[in-house]
C-alpha cells in the first residue's frame, strides 16, 4: 500500500525550484513544477523519442524556442524561457542544448564573430550562414553543393583525415547596421 503524504505549500515550492517533480494543481496530463502542461503527441516529445530522449518541459520549450528563435546561444534561451520555467537555470540549458546536439536534434554552430555558441534545430537541407559583423546577427543561406558532395578524405589535401562535415559562416554587415 502506497502512503500519501501532504506537502507543504512552502516546501512544494522550494522542491520545485530544485527541479523535484511537485504534482501541479492544473488538470489534464503530466506536468512539469510550476504547471507547465506537457503534450506528449506534440511534434517536439515525437522528436525526442525517436532520439531515445526523455521528454520534458526543459526539452520541449528549448525547441519551441529555437523553432521561434534559431541561432540563440544558451544564454539567449534560458532568458526567453526563465518566465515560462522559472526552476530552470542557466546550467540546464546548457546541459539540455549539449544532449540536443549530442542526440543531432540540434546544430551548434561558432560563428567567428560571436562569443558564445550558438543552437538551431538540425535539419537534412544543406545551408551555410552569414553573420552582420556588427550586431552579430546569424541568417541561414543555402549550400551552392549539398553536403554529400564533399570530397573525400583521398583528395583532401593528403591530409587522411575523413570529412565528416562543413561548416561555412561568410561575414558581412546587413541592412540594418549599413544604413547611416
Do not use: K
Request: hydrophobic share 40%; charged share 15%.
Amino acid at each position: 500500500m502506497v502512503e500519501l503524504l501532504a506537502i507543504p505549500a512552502r516546501a512544494a515550492a522550494r522542491w520545485s525550484a530544485r527541479g523535484a517533480r511537485v504534482p501541479s494543481t492544473q488538470s489534464g496530463g503530466p506536468h512539469h513544477p510550476g504547471g507547465v502542461a506537457l503534450d506528449a503527441t506534440a511534434p517536439h516529445a515525437r522528436q525526442l523519442r525517436a532520439h531515445g530522449l526523455r521528454v520534458t518541459a526543459g526539452r520541449e520549450a528549448t525547441l519551441a524556442f529555437l523553432a521561434a528563435h534559431p541561432h540563440s546561444s544558451a544564454a539567449d534561451i534560458h532568458r526567453g524561457l526563465s518566465a515560462q520555467l522559472p526552476s530552470l537555470t542557466p546550467q540546464s540549458v546548457h546541459n539540455i542544448v549539449q544532449d540536443l546536439a549530442g542526440a543531432g536534434i540540434l546544430q551548434r554552430i561558432s560563428p567567428p564573430a560571436s562569443n558564445a555558441a550558438l543552437y538551431e534545430i538540425a535539419d537534412e537541407h544543406a545551408h551555410h550562414h552569414v553573420q552582420c559583423v556588427r550586431c552579430g546577427r546569424v541568417v541561414d543561406v543555402p549550400a551552392s553543393e549539398p553536403t554529400g558532395h564533399v570530397q573525400s578524405a583521398d583528395s583532401a589535401h593528403g591530409t587522411g583525415m575523413t570529412i565528416i562535415g562543413v561548416e561555412v559562416t561568410y561575414l558581412g554587415v546587413c541592412a540594418s547596421c549599413s544604413t547611416p
